[in-house]
């Protein structure tokens, strides 16, 4: 009989490696990079595709023990044209992924850059949109809201009218009332200005979302999905608010909530109301 399994013999052998530190670092690299590309396929159509390449390459695998040579040429030749294909079909997911990327270091370089007087200001543009959202979500009044951060929405949105006009809550009902004729499409916020309307987002992909939700939320899940930006989105057929950041929506929020989610995404204080003076009588 053969020598059974030796666990004092395979810890030696495993003490005996020459791994030093920049070995380590090794494995930790590829640790995050595998766990990145698991956190870009997971929840995107890439999934789909990520099994049948698992597939593939199974096939291939037991064509090669087996020495199946006219079907491991076929997937040999199939594989090196299907990598060029993968990045034609999947450019907009691997885009987004890029921008991701690169769009932290630059929002850290940007919070650094903030003063308070900027953060003031992004303070009162929040309170006006939510402001807008809640009397907009009591009549169910459609809206679908986008604030821009580091990507570039020009090369992402479609169409739109420019109107580069402080964000208040009256501009903002005024343009998604159903008679206007700018209140199908969507609002985008730049840098604390109301800076186009009436702009068409693409869709999500996803198509786990549930089909009880409509086009502006499709919409606004599309573009957070696509960009770094932060979708807001009033149900006209319910009235609930609801946020769209990263591919992921939260339904049914209250004005509060909305407030306390676009107050810690964009790092400022709530704005306080001023407490009224008591008055003396007895003076």
Known sequence: MGEGFNLGKLISNLGSLDIGVFDVIDIILVTVLLYLVYVFIRDRRAGKVAAGIFVIFIVYVISSLLN???????IENITQLGLISLVIVFQPELRSALEKVGGEPLK????????DKSKQGMSLVIEEVADACEIMSSEKTGALIVFENTTNLDVVVKG????????????IRNIFYKGAPLHDGAMII?????????????????D???????????????????????AIIVSEETGHISVAR???????????????ELNAIYDVAPKRTPKKKKVNKDA
Do not use: Q, W
């Open 68 to 74: 199946l040579g006219t079907l491991k040429f076929i």
């Open 108 to 115: 850290g370089l940007k919070n650094i850059s903030d003063t």
């Open 160 to 171: 739109g009218t420019v109107i580069n006009s402080d964000a208040t809550s009256e501009l």
């Open 190 to 206: 730049r840098e604390g200005k109301l800076y186009k309307a009436g702009c068409l987002l693409p869709l999500s992909a996803n």
């Open 208 to 230: 786990k979302m549930s089909k009880s939700l409509g086009t502006r939320h499709h919409a606004g899940m599309g573009i957070s999905e696509e960009s770094d930006a932060v």
């Open 246 to 260: 990263s591919g992921k929506l939260k339904i049914d929020l209250s004005k509060a909530a909305l407030l306390s």
